[in-house]
């Protein structure tokens, strides 16, 4: 089970914490992604650590979004900084607990969380 946590709202030049809590351990997974959904649009990854371990993210959030983990305490956090309001979306974090993803090509999840919404007014 994968539980997200940290939305909110937020000023424009702020900073958010989201947290993906993973029921059973992070280090039993193969690889974890944040995707985030805005109004009327699709489903975009914009974070993702890979099997291998290393943390990749789209170009939109590169320099402001970084990704750090917690083995103890199961999470995975989506550290959001210089938030811009087209940052507002819906944001989900998903697992893939089967096979190997070392990129966003190949980036692929069976088990999803409900979503936090992320709110950044101008």
């Known amino acids: 089970q994968v539980v997200e946590s940290g939305g909110g709202l937020v000023q424009a030049g702020g900073s958010l914490r989201l947290s993906c809590r993973v029921s059973g351990g992070i280090f039993k997974i193969n690889a974890l992604g944040w995707y985030r959904q805005r109004p009327g649009e699709g489903r975009d990854l914009v974070a993702l650590l890979t099997t291998a371990g290393s943390m990749q993210y789209a170009e939109s959030v590169k320099g402001r979004f970084t990704l750090s983990r917690d083995y103890a305490k199961n999470t995975v956090y989506l550290q959001m900084d210089s938030l811009k309001p087209e940052d507002t979306a819906v944001y989900y974090c998903?697992?893939?607990?089967?096979?190997?993803?070392?990129?966003?090509?190949?980036?692929?999840?069976?088990?999803w969380g409900q979503g936090t919404q992320v709110t950044v007014s101008s």
């Open positions: 998903a697992t893939n607990n089967y096979y190997s993803v070392d990129d966003f090509a190949s980036a692929d999840f069976d088990s």
